[in-house]
């Protein structure tokens, strides 16, 4: 079994949505890995050195829960979480967009009124 981290979603434990006009995502260093570790794991930083999927999944959904309810959503990666925060940060917008692609041709996996807006660059298909 690959890496893990703390789930994203404990942050949000007892609320009801969010409280703010805004939401913050920090992309965390795996769980029971030092910081020390998991920068030499990183270095070279030109790559993923290990997905973590479930991370990924849990950021998609939680950035999808702040846009839906009109909140200004804010990603802030490192290369410690997966090796190459670039990278991370693509990899969450095309598995977003896998989403909105399901949604549209009614997926049953898809979730309902999810939207990534923090994922809109220059080359958004807006």
């Known amino acids: 079994m690959g890496l893990q981290c703390r789930p994203l979603r404990n942050n949000t434990h007892g609320c ?3 409280p703010a006009a805004f939401t913050v995502l920090r992309l965390p260093t795996p769980l029971k890995m030092s910081y020390e570790a ?8 030109t790559k993923i050195v290990e997905e973590l999927p479930h991370m990924r999944r849990e950021t998609v959904h939680l950035v999808r829960q702040a846009v839906s309810e009109g909140r200004h959503t804010y990603v802030v990666d490192n290369h ?6 670039p990278l991370t940060v693509q990899a969450l917008t095309e598995d977003a967009r896998r989403v909105d692609h399901r949604a ?15 994922a809109q660059g220059a080359d958004s298909e807006a």
């Open 16 to 18: 009801e949505g969010f």
């Open 38 to 45: 998991a920068k030499k794991r990183a270095e070279s930083y």
């Open 80 to 85: 410690r979480s997966e090796g190459n925060a």
């Open 104 to 118: 549209a041709a009614g997926h049953p996996r898809a979730r309902e009124g999810l939207y990534l807006g923090a």
